[in-house]
Structures are given as C-alpha cells and as structure tokens.
Nanobody
Framework: QVQVVETGGGLVQVGGSLRLSCGAS????????MGWYRQGPGKQRELVAT???????NYADSVKGRFTISRDNAKNTVYLQMNSLKPEDTAVYYC????????????????WGQGTQVTVSS
C-alpha cells in the first residue's frame, strides 16, 4: 500500500510565499514522476507542475516564473515553492506520485494525496 501526504498549506496574503511538501511512503519499488495539481472553487482539477525522477520539470503557464517544483529522491519527497501568490492561486493542492509497485511492473500506478488548502487573501 502506498500513502501520499501533503503538508504546508495555509492562508497567505497576496504577494506572499508558501512551500508545500509531499511525501510518498509504503511498499513500492520506485517512483517515476511526481506532481502537483490544484482544484479551485467551482473549477476542475488542473496541473500545476510535474517533475520526473531525473529532474525534468513541467509547469502550467499560469505559474511559470513564480512556482518551483523540486524533489528529494532519497526521501521520496516533492516540494512546491510558491512565490508572488495571487488570489487565483487559491485552491486545494493535490500531490500525485507515479509509483512502480514492483521491479517487474510494466507501468507506474498513480497515487493521490488528500490535498492541502492554499488560500491567498487580498
């Protein structure tokens, strides 16, 4: 069983910063890509940023230049540094980990965290 847990959300003023963390634990062979997604009020869940095991990153246009995703493979942890926050960044942020359960797994399985609320107040 694989657990994915996010921490670090909260309330911040416009222009402020927050750092989210997400750790994966349990029984698995390795982690492929990890990523952050968000779902704002009345909106569908959308991609924020992803990072491969090798460190290749991908960002939504709306967060480029403001957010930075990074990971510590030894700790099975991914981070999201969010700077210059805007009210439209308000959302529940979810972490996803693509995990190879076994060394012989042909493809990874995706696991989601429970989400952490980020609220940007003006």
């Amino acid at each position: 069983q694989v657990q994915v847990v996010e921490t670090g959300g909260g309330l911040v003023q416009v222009g402020g910063s927050l750092r989210l963390s997400c750790g994966a634990s349990g029984s698995f062979s390795s982690i492929n890509a990890m990523g952050w997604y968000r779902q704002g009020p009345g909106k569908q869940r959308e991609l924020v940023a992803t990072i491969t095991a090798g460190g290749t990153t991908n960002y939504a246009d709306s967060v480029k230049g403001r957010f930075t995703i990074s990971r510590d493979n030894a700790k099975n942890t991914v981070y999201l540094q969010m700077n210059s926050l805007k009210p439209e960044d308000t959302a529940v942020y979810y972490c996803n980990a693509d995990v190879y359960l076994h060394t012989w797994s042909a493809r990874p399985s995706g696991y989601w965290g429970q989400g952490t609320q980020v609220t940007v107040s003006s």
